[in-house]
């Protein structure tokens, strides 16, 4: 029987939140999967479709309470856990799970950061197990797929990140490898739809707030700015002495998210086809689609989808970087099978080769 | 000095929701209103522009605690008292206010059901001074204008009422006069801004659940069918023995309501002018607009207005009436003021002559 | 080599609309199909990818021209072509199509309505074949299927007479079944999301114009009202004498539809226990899901996938219908596949498989 | 008789499109202004009110068609004429206005660039009046008062050079004041509203293409980048030698405007307090409100109002000013009404006192 015929069963801990639905959805056209376990404390007992109607016919689960002998079970039972909470959880239940040999992906934001100070500092808690923490890879295909292919446990990167470090990459490869392309302070200015906020009843994130609106937000300090900074500086590159700056938004639409990077360029850098660079450095990556020059993405080309399309706009001295992705997919849900795929040595794109909707 | 000149002293008793900041918007450019109170038990303390930026330089005005020495204090002070709050706060403090002779708008819907049943059963409470509602005034001007003028109290009615209420008087002045030009069931199928459900942190109103969706909801039974109901059957007409189905639906929009109210006609039904008869209905009432014949309505035209447009639409033996309103406006605040305008003699137009925005 | 094998060659007749490119997103994931062709007569020689982005790595179709010689070599290479184009233009190309073997799924209006007197009159031109519009089945599977099985001519039915025929199906059935449970008109309030209305440069549908907008069209008569009338009449009943009023809204959202359909029952009618009636009506029908008691549909249940869902409110005398479908799905090109399944024998629901998009 | 009193004729060319509307919906309510005359070559005779159902009982007014005979008794009649047109309308008609004495604001782009080239280059023709050009006044009235006070001619500025000039006037002022603050190229990442594109029947603009979107477009090149860098190298500083680098985006709402301006700073500009700097800069302007340190701003905190709003963040080395209009307001029709009071010695803020629309 050959990989194609291996399968898997998966747990699935925060079940109520647009991360939840969404692995929902694409896993179950998974030929591999069976996701035997998903928690909800407030839903507990209730069928999922229940609370997602578009789930009828596509999924026979119930939510389950988080409690440890559900997680005693899932250590018997499960080849991987996904964790698709807040802060705090994964971390709690991660070491456990592990130790059983069950595989760990957290689409939550507990291993992403290596340093501990800046988890403390950005997160407000201590981090409960810096051991295991220093064993997390950091779910990026793109950047480590070697690594993931190994790991234990992955830290399912951020959305912002994602679109700020796949699209710098390139960038970076070019720094390495001619030294001193960019001039100055990199500019991520990103715009996010707004289920990246996540499923929940605020005020803030309330129809009427929103629509028809548009607004910046922690312009001050935002979680995911040491998070790029990490991926730039020591995932990508040994030492990337740029300054960054990173500043989100919040666009009036359900799903997509785009970054307009801005790279000052110094003489080398301008020198630099920066077109067929980024094109020859994603060739053989199926979810990053570098465009043609000229043109210019749009959130809806990849909604719904696990694509990741990258533009290029290059002046004399100044490289801009567009980047769009679908938040819940490839910022998300669809990284994290991804990485499973990867993980289990399943073909990478099974369940993923999803069409973008449009319109 | 004339009643131009003539100037009233105001409070608002809840001014977190979206009718309340409305209130505020609309009161600022009123020449003989000045808002000196605005309660909040969430935000005693804070400036209101805090809360609502829109504000900025319109007003000064902070938020304060809805204490009895409050009450006390505007039932020396203020003129009227507005209350813009969810059912069971009027009619507790309403009593004391009109015995001070402190007049009072209720945009709740404590005063709104002259039934003591069905209050409770739609309200799942008891009204706590059935002899204050007995004296109450439904706040229709176009309907009630007379007693509007000499109430202590005015219920303000709520948003779909306005557009049923409104949509379907002349229809019953011509079942008054003509006797049975309906045939059997009328048929309210109205669909309403997210607005109308109140500025508040819930999951089912939040962004990412209802944008780019349609929804229907109190099909089996809402409040707005016995008010309705009473509407219809009491304020204007002795008895009007014809039944209602009203089913209300979600817009994915901010602002707005559309009512299409089906009505089947007898033989004599389908013999009027209806065209000519809601037109000179209506002719001599500023804030209701009949369309010419073979326009259609849209909500966007009276957005942000008090404006409630009428269309007609006359097929052989079937009348549709289209009724367009801002349900903030016409459906709330505004009609509040236009009551308030009658109450205290002021010109009906004063600060309600706001021109729609488009687009 | 079993059917799931047989391979088919497809060609698309105006490719450039919004069922166009719906239609190449699903077949694009079908086993058995290859879309050889595809016409555009203002974008021929541009890839199909350039207009949809979403399609990049998806289809390497380029864009045809409609020309004679196109539709000779459709006629000697394909298995099926579907139209996906205004009213006019299948009924120019299908006879010749047919004739050679090749059968045809029109997604536009030509061959719907079988009466040459409504076809003129509500699409203002002379029906060129009515020899071939005799032999063309209302392709609408929950109701056709085995006639669908031998077609050679489909003519795919429209979004709003879709959920205006499987909505009120049941209640026809009864009404043979039983004799006279509906009492009166038939009212159908429907409403439908922008892309209803086409690919195309208007400012009635722009952004600007729709967004934060509700409104009514089509009041005073729409071309579905027909098509309705006869699915009802003609399709479903022997006579079915009762009257409809159809009226159409326009919803500020993408993709969905939802028709309220209000019933007056008789007392027959008000004995059916009408949830049980329709559940087991299509408890055969996978793209027809018949809501439990007490739980209302929304259209972004449905989003981006073949379903339709119902849900049932049964008061004394009144029965609500409410039906949701992804207008572009199940009220066109998803529908399409399902009849090209059904007539080349592939099972009903390759590639239709389609799991709703939430959020 | 005062200036309070004054009554002035006003002509509108061109009064289809958004820009037009919005002028009548705020001159409506001005109490020196009649409107006289309003052009539209496509709906000559028609009510204004049929176009616009929004103005029904707010303008009687019909469109005219801009033919020789109208401008003849434009130029007779008016003291003032609004020219709301694409470009290349205005510069054809202004001279013979300006030379009968009629004052002329333009809202398009005839008269912005001072630099007959750039003209050429970005508008594509070649200037058919320079020595008018050489005359007119460039409409900001923050920076440009007294000018404006005294000219015949005025080029109301472009939306996004509105934000990007009146966001970086203070920095400027900074640079002249002590020297050297910015360090570096300045990044002016702005996303507008989709009635910015105008009133047109096209398919980018449509509905379904631009709502749940988010889209980059001019990233090689925008009309706006030499109008901004005239603004701030020109009209502001003698010589400001910094490079610009200008990005517009396209977000799925109806009005609204919000730049990010990403400002780098020189050891000399990170000891200055720009929050303070700011607030005293605009400390007597109305229309321009510097919030609080730590209050970001939305768009919808303008929305329908005149008011343009700037915050604030500082960081070590990196100023980031967020800037927030209304388009069509402060960023069109609003600042050309403020202009008119300017040249016509009318206080400043009437019928410019506009309440921002929330929600």
């Known amino acids: 029987m050959g990989d194609g015929m291996k399968q898997i ?25 069976q996701v035997r376990y998903l928690t909800s404390r407030a839903e507990a007992g209730r069928a999922v479709s229940e609370i997602f109607p578009s789930l009828r016919s596509v999924s026979q689960l119930h939510f389950c309470d988080m409690s440890d002998a559900l997680f005693d079970e899932m250590a018997q039972t499960c080849d991987l856990v996904f964790f698709a909470t807040p802060h705090g959880v994964a971390m709690t239940h991660a070491p456990s799970l592990v130790n059983s040999g069950v595989k760990v992906i957290d689409l939550g934001a507990d291993f992403r950061l290596q340093s501990l100070d800046e988890f403390a500092n950005w997160y407000g808690m201590t981090h409960s197990c810096p051991e295991l923490l220093a064993q997390a890879v950091y779910g990026l295909p793109e950047v480590n797929r070697e690594k993931i292919a190994k790991a234990a446990l ?21 720094e390495k490898q001619l ?39 922690g312009v001050s300090g935002h979680r995911h700015t040491p998070e790029i900074a990490q991926g730039l500086n020591e995932i990508l590159a040994a030492v990337f002495p740029k300054k960054i700056r990173f500043v989100p938004h919040l666009v009036p639409m359900i799903r997509g998210m ?11 850098g301008s020198k630099v086809d920066w077109q067929s660079y980024f094109a020859s450095s994603y060739q053989h990556e199926y979810f990053v689609d570098v465009l043609p020059s000229g043109v210019l993405p749009d959130t809806r080309s990849v909604k719904a989808s696990n694509k990741l399309r990258i ?18 997919v490839k910022g998300a849900a ?3 099978v991804q990485n499973m795929n990867i993980m289990f040595g399943f073909d990478e794109l099974t369940a993923l080769d999803l069409v973008p909707i449009t319109p």
Request: proline letters at 4%; a negative charge.
């Open 9 to 33: 069963t998966v747990g699935i801990v925060g079940g109520t939140g647009y991360t939840g639905v969404e692995l929902l959805r694409i896993l179950s056209r998974h030929p591999n999967v």
């Open 154 to 174: 992955i830290a399912n990167p951020g959305c912002y990140p994602t679109t700020a470090i796949l699209g710098l990459k390139p960038v970076i490869d070019a």
């Open 179 to 217: 030294g001193n392309v960019v001039d100055g302070r990199i500019i991520i200015d990103a715009k996010s739809g707004i289920s990246g906020a996540g499923r929940q009843g605020k005020i803030a994130i309330s129809y009427a707030e929103v629509a028809d609106n548009f607004s910046a937000y």
């Open 258 to 268: 785009f970054s307009t990077i801005h790279v000052p360029l110094t003489d080398t």
């Open 334 to 336: 669809g990284q994290a």
């Open 311 to 328: 533009a290029i706009d290059q002046q004399a001295d100044m490289l801009t970087i567009l980047v769009v992705q679908d938040n819940l």
